[in-house]
């Protein structure tokens, strides 16, 4: 139900942009997030949005990436600015409806070269 895009290799310091597509009504999410699992650690949060707007970043992304949102287009954004090798990993979409039911996409990788 949640289908990212694909994500790529960029150079540290350069720039991503994830896009994650659904079929369903963003406003049926409680919450949309995307995740990361980098080598060796287990998945972390890297980001969410609230139904009623409210974002939330971890600290190792701050003043980096953003998340934004589409409800017309149903999709959900990652602009990530300024990588770093250590954002290289696997990234995922999520989101949890009002039953806080889970729902995940399939993952994208991102390379960052150093």
């Known amino acids: 139900q949640l289908v990212e895009s694909e994500g790529g290799l960029v150079q540290a310091g350069g720039s991503l942009r994830l896009t994650c597509a659904t079929t369903?009504?963003?406003?049926?999410?409680?919450?949309m997030s995307w995740y990361r699992q980098v080598p060796g650690k287990q998945r972390e949060l890297v980001a969410h949005?609230?139904?009623?707007?409210?974002?939330y970043y971890a600290d190792f992304v701050k003043g980096r990436f953003t998340i934004s949102r589409d409800f017309a287009q149903r999709t959900l954004h990652l602009a990530m600015n300024n990588l770093k090798s250590e954002d290289t990993g696997d990234y995922y979409c999520?989101?949890?409806?009002?039953?806080?039911?889970?729902?995940w996409g399939q993952g994208t990788q991102v390379t960052v070269a150093s």
């Open positions: 369903a009504d963003l406003l049926g999410f409680r919450v």
């Open positions: 999520h989101g949890r409806d009002w039953g806080d039911e889970d729902y």
């Open positions: 949005i609230t139904r009623d707007e409210n974002i």
